[in-house]
Every structure is written in C-alpha cells, then in structure tokens.
C-alpha cells in the first residue's frame, strides 16, 4: 500500500501562487508516475499535471506555462507550483501516484485551492 499526504492550499488572489506538496510512503512502486489532479464543483476530477521517476512530464493545457511540477525523488515528494492563478483554477487538488506495473491508482485526501479577490 501506498500513502499519499498533501499539504498547502488555501487561498491566494487572482494572478497569484500557490504551492502544494505531496509526500508518499509505503511500498511505492519503482516505477511510477507521481502528480497532481483536480476536481471543481460541479465537475468531473482532470489531470493537472504528472511526471514520472525519469523526468517525463505531462501538463494539462489550462496550465501549461503557468504550473510547474518539480519532483524530489529520494524524499518520494512532488510538488505544484501554481503561478498566475485564475479563479478557474478553484478546485480540490489530489495527489495522485500510479503503479504502472499493477495499473493501480493511489489517491490523497485532497486539499483545497481556492483563488478569489
């Protein structure tokens, strides 16, 4: 089993930043992808961002140019970094680490960002 904590969120105003942090623990698997998704209200849960262990990284085209994901590998921590926020980006995020060898999903909690004037 793997453990997914997040922390940060909260609130910032348009055209702000936000950073969250995600730490996992457990029997994580050697080769993952480790990211980021987020769900509105009212709407369906979408990838944000992932990258794996080696570096390849996927952005969604909302924030494309304006989020960046770095990852630190040896402490089994990924970030997002949120700048330019746009009151659309109001959601909860989850931190999310797939297992590509047993196709299995692990899921955080989830915390909240909200950008609002």
């Known amino acids: 089993q793997v453990q997914l904590v997040e922390f940060g969120g909260g609130l910032a105003q348009p055209g702000g930043s936000l950073t969250l942090s995600c730490e996992a623990s457990g029997n994580i698997p050697s080769n993952n992808f480790m990211g980021w998704y987020r769900q509105a209200p009212g709407k369906e849960r979408e990838l944000v961002a992932t990258r794996t262990t080696a570096g390849w990284i996927k952005y969604a085209d909302s924030v494309e140019g304006r989020f960046t994901i770095p990852r630190d590998t040896p402490k089994n921590t990924v970030y997002l970094q949120m700048n330019s926020l746009e009151p659309e980006d109001t959601a909860v995020y989850y931190c999310?680490?797939?297992?590509?060898?047993?196709?299995?999903?692990?899921w955080g909690r989830g915390t909240q960002a909200t950008v609002s004037s």
């Open positions: 999310n680490l797939k297992d590509t060898v047993h196709r299995t999903d692990y």
